[in-house]
């Protein structure tokens, strides 16, 4: 009789639980609801900066001699130009001639 009784007990194991799996399934698509939302969230964010990144290399970035050339002039409006190091005016025959502060 003692062998009947154990192999009974390996059947009692068997018995589903289906609160449980409902349970687990839910929390299953939860988890999979919130992956596909980070994934929107993060689609997203990868275009806004692939858009940033377009106008930066669209937009061309002016040195800050361009942009002292690009506001200094004299009073008579003659403008003042600039490679870098050392600021100049043009003459009518493009020729530099040295400026001095």
């Known amino acids: ?5 154990n192999k009974n007990r390996k059947f009692t194991n068997l018995f589903i639980d289906h609160a449980a799996l409902e349970r687990d399934l839910e929390l299953d698509q939860k988890i999979e609801q919130q992956r596909e939302e ?25 040195s800050t ?9 004299l009073l008579d409006k003659t403008p003042i ?5 050392e600021l ?9 001639r040295l400026f001095i502060l």
């Open 65 to 73: 001699c361009e942009r002292l050339s690009h506001n200094l002039s």
């Open 38 to 62: 980070n994934r929107r969230h993060l689609r997203l964010k990868i275009r806004i900066a692939d858009k940033y990144r377009q106008a930066r290399e669209t937009h061309k970035q002016h």
């Open 1 to 5: 009789m003692n062998g009947g009784i």
């Open 88 to 96: 100049y005016t043009l003459t009518p025959q493009f020729e530099k």
């Open 81 to 85: 130009y600039s490679n870098g190091r």
